[in-house]
């Protein structure tokens, strides 16, 4: 599960930092503005993947998600964005789950055969 959600949660450090770029072009915000807040986001996006197998991590991708859809009230394409990388999310996690699980009962069906003469 780690390396499906870390993929998706890289991906979505890239488009935060267009979403950046984009909103810089706006005359309501400063440019420190957008990079502290966008920065902010990149980080926190490279930091969940180091959270995601710690109890609660994959509830803070979650409300990640929540926060990146949010980001449509700046950057209108995030509307769009947002409900993509969040069904991307979905897909990680829950296909993350069944390839670790499928991996777990390989291992035990290797371990009993090791053990058997």
Same mark, same amino acid.
């Given at each position: 599960m780690r390396t499906l959600c870390a993929s998706t949660l890289i991906a979505e450090f890239f488009v935060i930092g267009f979403a950046g770029l984009v909103a810089m072009k706006s005359g309501d915000l400063s440019t420190g503005t957008v990079w502290a807040v966008c920065g902010a986001a990149? &980080? &926190?996006? %490279?930091? &969940?993947? $180091? &959270?995601?197998?710690?109890?609660? $991590? %994959?509830?803070l991708g979650w409300a990640f998600h929540v926060a990146l859809i949010a980001g449509g009230l700046v950057v209108p394409a995030m509307f769009v964005l947002g409900p993509v990388f969040t069904a991307l999310w979905w897909a990680s996690v829950h296909y993350g789950r069944v390839?670790?699980?499928?991996?777990?009962?390989?291992?035990?069906?290797?371990a009993q055969g090791a053990e058997a003469p």
């Open positions: 990149m &980080l &926190l996006s %490279v930091l &969940l993947c $180091g &959270l995601i197998t710690r109890p609660g $991590g %994959v509830a390839i670790d699980e499928t991996k777990a009962r390989w291992a035990a069906q290797a």
